[in-house]
């Protein structure tokens, strides 16, 4: 009854993706919390966890056999994780999201680096089934 498990990184979910994400924020906002210094700094600590997702997600994504539902519960996700990062940034920090001028730079472009990537891992992932029907 020795059973090995095995993790397969390809294998795993938006959810459970966004859960260890939501994990790691939640963590972060704790130790930020509790270091009680409240510097704007902490926005970017979480935010750290937030770019991993944007980053990893779409690369899984890629390598996904049913890549539509995928995408729309990833979609979700991230909607979610950024949801939290506000609620959590504005909570930790002294400083709220409207207050830090670097946020409203960084937030438009995590966006749209995220959905670009989503793009580009579909192209990648449409040219390897061109290639492999070939």
Same mark, same amino acid.
């Given at each position: 009854?020795?059973?090995?498990?095995? $993790?397969?990184?390809?294998?795993?979910?938006?959810?459970?993706?966004?859960?260890?994400?939501?994990?790691?924020i939640v963590?972060?906002?704790?130790?930020?919390?509790?270091?009680?210094?409240?510097?704007?700094?902490?926005?970017?600590?979480?935010?750290?966890? $937030?770019?991993?997702?944007?980053?990893?997600?779409?690369?899984?994504?890629?390598?996904?056999?049913?890549l539509?539902?995928?995408?729309?519960?990833?979609?979700?996700?991230?909607?979610?994780?950024?949801?939290?990062?506000?609620?959590?940034?504005?909570?930790?920090?002294?400083?709220?999201?409207?207050?830090?001028?670097?946020?409203?730079?960084?937030?438009?472009?995590?966006?749209?680096?995220?959905?670009?990537?989503?793009?580009?891992? $579909?192209?990648?992932?449409?040219?390897?089934?061109?290639?492999?029907?070939?």
């Open positions: 009854m020795n059973k090995k498990i095995s $993790f397969n990184l390809k294998n795993t979910t938006p959810i459970q993706q966004g859960l260890v994400v939501l994990c790691a963590l972060i906002s704790i130790v930020c919390v509790a270091i009680q210094k409240r510097d704007v700094m902490y926005w970017n600590f979480i935010i750290i966890p $937030f770019f991993l997702f944007t980053v990893y997600n779409p690369i899984i994504g890629a390598f996904q056999k049913k539509l539902p995928y995408m729309g519960i990833s979609a979700l996700v991230f909607i979610g994780l950024a949801a939290t990062v506000y609620f959590l940034g504005n909570l930790v920090s002294n400083f709220s999201y409207g207050e830090v001028r670097e946020l409203h730079i960084i937030a438009p472009t995590i966006l749209i680096f995220y959905f670009m990537f989503n793009f580009l891992c $579909f192209v990648f992932r449409s040219a390897l089934h061109y290639l492999n029907r070939i």
